[in-house]
């Protein structure tokens, strides 16, 4: 009967535990670290890349905001505070045809050890999918909160770092 006991008092903690760690919210660092808000401005097939592979660049005033939205031949979305926030150009690359994108996968980055990582999807066609052959530059104009970040990496759905861009002065 002891064991019995023993056994269902084992089940219960057990349960507790694991139902307390799990969260739908992903966060890594310590109590310490501090989250970054990140949205998505502006989502592009045809953005000017010729090169193949991924690009991170920053967008650091409002005159460069104007090109870039000259550029895409878009209107000005929303007004910037660059003294409060930073933009972020992400650039797929280059793609042979229709059927790739990207996509941000959540609109909270953590902090640690000075950076910031965001996730994004990196979307393609299936193989046997039928897409127009056109070639196209996928991209997002990312708004990011300024904050004590000095790096801010791009990694694709599995993990694969994609660019990176250093904090300017």
Known sequence: MKMIHSLLLATIFLSM????SSSSEVRYGDAASARVEVSVLYIGMQCGREEPDAQASWVKNAIELQHLYDKFQQEAMSTIDFDRERLVLMEMGLRPTLGYRLALMNSRAWIEL???????????????MM????LTSPCLLLKLERGPYQQVRF????????AMLVVPE
Not at 116 to 125: D, G, N, R, S, Y
Not at 155 to 162: A, E, L, T
């Open 17 to 20: 535990t694991v139902g307390a």
């Open 155 to 162: 990694s694709d759905q599995s993990g694969v770092k994609k």
């Open 114 to 128: 000075g950076n910031v990582e965001i996730l994004l999807e990196w979307i393609a066609p299936d193989r046997d």
């Open 131 to 134: 897409v127009g052959e056109i």
